[in-house]
């Protein structure tokens, strides 16, 4: 009975897209809790899946390579979706893509509206953690990105950092970070507030 859950359990993740989590709730379609824990514990160890956080596991790619673990930005974002939670890169990633800090985060950080965890995907740790609403409420757009970098900077480097967003963002998305104002701390709502001149 195990070694046909495992060889069913095994084929269905073979067909999931890179990324998609896999967790023995999803599963017991195919056999009892104990049954199907067992079958993903056996697959991790014959390295078919990854544990990437407990109860979590995840299909390594195959690439001409050799394998390698999924994209975390994918992971990341399909548990998001499946538990609701809203997810974004940390501000320091945001700071450095919009080019306001040379500094390059060195683990991948990204912010939640969920419970902060810690996944693993080989030797790469991926650490969630909670964030106010507020930090989130743009999601992926570049306004996101510049309110979640102005709040990794904080109050003393404001200033600056307004002067690059002048420069490097779109009027509709000055208008966004504008419109926020009313659910930023006080400090940032009124730095922001000096974007309102040129849009």
């Not at 050799?66 to 399909?78: D, K, N, Q, T």
């Not at 320091?92 to 060195?106: C, K, Y």
Request: aromatic share 4%.
């Amino acid at each position: 009975m195990e070694i046909e859950i495992g060889g069913r359990l095994e084929e269905y993740a073979c067909r999931l897209p890179e990324g998609t989590p896999l967790t023995a709730k999803d599963l017991l379609h195919m056999g009892t809790r104990a049954a199907v824990d067992q079958s993903l514990s056996r697959l991790a160890r014959r390295g078919v899946l990854m544990r990437a956080g407990r109860g979590i596991y995840v299909r390594p790619t195959q690439s001409r390579f050799g394998a390698r673990p999924p994209a975390a930005e994918i992971l990341v974002a399909a548990l998001a979706s499946r538990r609701g939670e809203r997810v974004a890169p940390h501000g320091a990633a945001a700071a450095n893509q919009l080019g306001m800090t040379t500094q390059v985060p060195v683990r991948e950080v990204y912010l939640t509206t969920g419970r902060a965890r810690t996944l693993q995907l080989g030797a790469q740790v991926i650490e969630l953690r909670h964030a106010p609403s507020w930090q989130l409420a743009l999601g992926g757009r570049p306004a996101g990105a510049a309110i979640r970098a102005l709040a990794w900077l904080g109050p003393e480097q404001a200033g600056e950092a307004i002067r690059v967003l002048r420069a490097k963002l779109p009027p509709e998305e000055r208008q966004a970070m504008l419109d926020t104002r009313s659910v930023l701390p006080a400090w940032m709502a009124q730095a922001v507030s000096a974007l309102a001149v040129d849009v």
